[in-house]
């Protein structure tokens, strides 16, 4: 590590007793070995402290900033302080700053906390959930950050600022805060904000650092909280993770089990991404605020608390990238995706090994729908009762699998389905079944589209067939191009997939002898009624507009 004087006095190193080593203007620090008997003094003058490499850290037993002096880090520096953080120059005497690429880490393993300046970079013009790493009034705050627009229109008096809080009970934000709003920050707890285009594109929150164990009290739903710490915190896949952590066990654990797992607001798509195991370990930012939905029935009793989640500091990590860095695992894995009219929504699901068809605390993860006027979501195959925004199946046995489908929509009209798949097996298909227009469409080749009424909500109608398999009676649907055939039983065959009128279906079995032949009408359902057949593997010739397609069907008795 290296210490960078702003001015170009410099003076000795002198060592005093009990380890103690005192600085002053451009003395340069070395990482020491005795641990927390390192007593590191700024005594005076302005420093600034800067990692020379990605793995040059700097860790001190102890480290104090006298009054008049000043140490300021890098947006790339990771400081670790072991015990005690004295600064007696006040919020101005240490600086933690945010750029759009990177935040400084500052890690407080200590009980002692000290007074800071804390940054946190946001994109101008969108929404952000934050949480504050230093405590001060709500008020200061919004007086001193001015890049937080004002809300201007019809009804407004021009007082209100982009930033509220979030009520657990009506599950809706808060009015937008003013600078009069009174109260101090709550560790842990989150807020959404907005800030304009500005030379200082940061946050600055100036009070008593966060440090230590934070537990933040919750109530039954969706509460909004966040990294309390001025580091990293690392939310899933690690004992140490906050995940980990707020699990306890299948009773005592605050989170909703059908919900466990963190949600974070994606400006872009207008939702929120759910981190959880399914995830690769991920990082929450300092200052960086999510959701999470705890269960219903919270309670009390006598020394057994679960009405709260905990922040720890064996959760802190050193990373100074700047956003949520929520990595996804290279599972086989199924994006649905559904656009009405410009509104866009999408769920996922993911083939896990150890997973199964019913609930998978952790890795499968409801929906939060936040009022949103449109959404899409999925069922469990062995349901629950609750809509999922990620459902994690088994990694095998696709043929066997069917999901439903659910579409929330307040003003109706057009849906169009999609999917991107990724490294799925060559088996398992993705087959969209339509049962009110009786319709299969693979949307691994095409998408599909329909309408839906006003108000719709729930599942019922959209089923997602993720095998060969069509029905309960192991219809088979085998790919043949643009048209498509299945055999339900050996009573009727069903063809689906547009032709026109006059277009001459004709089965043989597998001696070349024709069965029978069938003309077709316009549409993309033609159900074509069997004789008494044998058991076995078909040919289905159809021969539409002058172009041919030869499609294997299977019937079973």
């Excluded at 990692?51 to 040059?56: K, P, Q, R, V």
């Excluded at 001060?136 to 209100?160: A, H, M, Q, V, Y």
């Excluded at 999470?292 to 959760?315: I, R």
């Excluded at 929520?326 to 769920?347: C, D, F, H, M, Q």
Aim: proline residues 3%; charged residues 15%; neutral net charge.
């Amino acid at each position: 590590m290296k210490l960078t004087l702003f001015t170009i006095a410099i003076v000795a190193l002198a060592l005093a007793s009990m380890g103690q080593i005192i600085y002053n203007n451009g003395a340069r620090i070395t990482t020491r070995t005795d641990g927390t008997q390192d007593y590191w003094v700024v005594s005076s003058g302005a420093f600034t402290l800067q990692s020379e490499s990605a793995t040059d850290l700097a860790t001190f037993g102890n480290l104090e900033i006298k009054t008049g002096a000043s140490l300021a880090l890098t947006s790339s520096t990771c400081l670790t302080v072991n015990g005690t953080l004295t600064n007696g120059a006040g919020v101005t005497g240490l600086t933690i700053p945010s750029t759009s690429t990177k935040t400084a880490s500052l890690m407080i393993l200590g009980s002692t906390v000290a007074s800071g300046t804390a940054e946190r970079y946001m994109t101008p013009s969108k929404w952000h959930v934050v949480a504050a790493p230093a405590s001060e009034t709500l008020s200061g705050f919004l007086t001193r950050n001015l890049i937080i627009p004002k809300i201007t229109g019809t009804g407004f008096d021009g007082t209100l600022l982009g930033m509220m809080d979030y009520n657990t009970g009506d599950n809706k934000w808060n009015g937008y805060f003013t600078t009069a709003t009174g109260a101090n920050f709550l560790p842990g707890n989150g807020y959404m904000v907005r800030i304009e285009p500005d030379a200082i594109e940061s946050l600055v929150f100036k009070g008593t650092l966060n440090a230590g164990a934070t537990n933040v009290t919750v109530t039954s739903g969706w509460n909004c909280i966040g990294n309390p710490f001025t580091t990293a915190i690392q939310i899933s896949n690690g004992t140490n993770a906050f995940l980990y952590q707020n699990t306890l066990n299948t009773l005592e654990s605050t989170i909703d089990p059908s919900h466990f797992g963190v949600y974070s607001w994606n400006d872009v798509s207008k939702a929120y991404d759910v981190i959880n195991e399914a995830s690769a370990a991920s990082y929450a930012q300092s200052g960086q605020g999510f959701f999470v939905k705890a269960k219903t029935g919270l309670v009390t009793s006598g020394d057994t608390k679960n009405d709260f989640v905990s922040f720890t500091p064996a959760m802190q990590i050193h990373n100074t990238a700047l956003v949520f860095k929520a990595v996804t695992l290279p599972y086989p894995s199924i994006k649905l995706l559904a656009t009405s009219n410009e509104a866009k929504a999408s769920t996922d699901i993911k083939f896990i090994d150890g997973t199964t068809n019913g609930l998978d605390r952790g890795w499968d993860a409801g929906i939060l729908k936040a009022g949103a006027p449109f959404s899409v979501y999925t069922k469990l195959v062995e349901d629950n009762g609750v809509e999922f925004q990620l459902q994690c199946l088994p990694n095998s046995g696709f043929s066997k699998i069917i999901i439903p489908i659910g579409i929330d929509s307040k003003v109706g009209g057009e849906i169009v389905f999609s999917v991107q798949a990724v490294q799925l097996d060559p088996t398992c298909k993705v087959i969209l079944e339509d049962r009110l227009t009786n319709t299969f469409t693979d949307l691994s080749t095409s998408t599909y589209k329909a309408a839906i009424v006003a108000n719709t909500a729930g599942t019922g109608r959209f089923y997602l067939h993720t095998g060969d398999i069509v029905s309960g009676r192991e219809d088979q649907l085998l790919a043949g191009g643009k048209i498509n055939a299945y055999a339900k039983g050996n009573m009727e065959i069903r063809v689906l997939g547009v032709v026109s009128e006059g277009a001459i279906a004709t089965l043989v079995n597998g001696l070349g002898q024709v069965v029978l032949t069938k003309k077709l009408g316009a549409g993309n359902l033609n159900i074509i009624g069997l004789p008494n057949l044998s058991s076995g593997l078909y040919l289905l010739h159809i021969e539409n507009n002058g172009t041919p397609q030869t499609i294997k069907v299977i019937v079973r008795k």
